[in-house]
C-alpha cells in the first residue's frame, strides 16, 4: 500500500533517479523518501534491476555471411590441385593466416558488441520514454503457481497507447501459444496484446489494441494461450501485475 504522503508523480520521479536524469533538489527529495518509506526502497530496487537487466537480454547477432565466409576461408587452407605436386606449408605463411584470422575474429566480436549496444540503445530509449512519461502506470509483475520462478515489470503508457514489459525466468512458449495481457476492472477482461520471451531476461513492446487497458483502477493478468484461439483468457494464468 502507498504512503499518503506521497505524491502522484512519486514513481515518475523514482524513474528519473534510476536514469540520473533529476536535479539536485529531486534527487534529495528521492534521498528522503528511501530512508522514510519502505514502498519506495523496493520500487527503486526492482527499477534498478529491470534497468540493468535489459542489455543482459540481447541475444548475441551472428556475422554477415561474407565476413563469415572469409573468416573460415582464412582459418582452413585449400585443397591443393591433382596436377600440383604437395608442398609443405611455410611457417610464416600460416603465421600470417592464422594471425589474419584471429584479427577478423575480433573484428567480428566488435561487430557483434556494436549490433548488441545499438539494439540496447533502442531498447534503452523506448524504457526512458516509457518510465518519463507523467501518465504511464507501472506494475510489479509475480509469478503464479504455474510459473513461481517468473517475475518482471510492466510499463503502460495511455497517451502513447503502449504496453512495455520486462521479464525474467518466464519460459519461451512454443510457436502454436503465446502469453496474452488482460486488464480486470469491473467488467469482462480485456486482451491488451500478446509476447513470447526469447530470452530468460527478455524485453518486448507493442502497441495496446484496447484504451481501457490504460484505465487507473485496472489488475494485470497474464495467460498462456494458443496463438489461434480468439482474444478470450482459457489457459492457465501465469504471472499478476500489482501497481
Known sequence: MTSPSLPENWRT???????????????????????QYPEVTAELDALQATWNRIPESLPIEPPPPLVRDRILAAVTPAAPAATTPARRWSWGLVGFGLGWAATALA??????????????????????????????????????????????????????????VT??????????????????????????GEFNPQQPQDFNQWALPDLACGDVDVQMLITAERSTDPPVPAGDLVMEGQS
Open 107 to 164: 573484428l567480428i566480436v566488435v561487430w557483434q558488441e556494436n549490433q548488441r549496444l545499438r539494439l540496447a540503445l533502442r531498447q534503452t530509449e523506448a524504457v526512458v520514454a516509457s518510465f518519463s512519461q507523467p501518465a504511464s502506470r507501472l506494475y510489479t509483475l509475480t509469478g503464479t503457481d504455474v510459473e513461481p520462478q517468473a517475475s518482471g515489470r510492466l510499463v503502460i503508457d495511455p497517451n502513447d497507447r503502449t504496453a512495455l
Open 13 to 35: 520521479l523514482l524513474a528519473g533517479y534510476v536514469l540520473n536524469d533529476l536535479d539536485a533538489e529531486e534527487v534529495a527529495l528521492v534521498d528522503q523518501w528511501l530512508s
Open 167 to 192: 521479464t525474467t525466468d518466464l519460459p519461451t512458449l512454443s510457436s502454436r501459444e503465446v502469453y496474452r495481457l488482460w486488464a480486470i476492472a469491473d467488467g469482462d477482461p480485456i486482451y491488451c
